[in-house]
């Protein structure tokens, strides 16, 4: 069993920075791969934004937050972090983390564990 809960989300004008974090619980963190994900409206799907393999040694992102967006992992502290920059209006979400089993897991069917979100919003 993991528990994950978000945090960092807050309002930012456009160009601005974030840094999200995933905390978790459990001495099982390092087995999974970890990705975020992001739901812009409700009702929405959530879609991808990145992932990270167990290690932390391989990285990959959706096209649209490619360039901007850094995802990152340190096992020592159970935690998985999204570095955003030069946010757009566009990027104004939901934004969770999840962890799966597996590495490259783009769909949320693949992720066993989700944590409760924690909202993003750019300001034009």
């Known amino acids: 069993q993991v528990q994950l809960v978000e945090s960092g989300g807050g309002l930012v004008q456009a160009g601005g920075s974030l840094r999200l974090s995933c905390a978790a619980s459990?001495?099982?963190?390092?087995?999974?791969?970890m990705g975020w994900f992001r739901r812009q409206a409700p009702g929405k799907e959530r879609e991808f934004v990145a992932g990270i393999s167990q290690s932390g040694g391989y990285t990959y992102y959706a096209d649209s937050v490619k360039d901007r967006f850094t995802v990152s992992r340190d096992n020592a502290k159970n935690t998985v972090f999204l570095q955003m920059d030069s946010l757009k209006p566009e990027d104004t979400a939901v934004y969770y983390c999840g962890a799966a089993l597996r590495y490259y897991q783009t769909s949320t069917t693949a992720y066993n564990y989700w944590g409760q979100g924690t909202q993003v919003t750019v300001s034009s």
């Open positions: 459990g001495r099982t963190f390092s087995s999974y791969a």
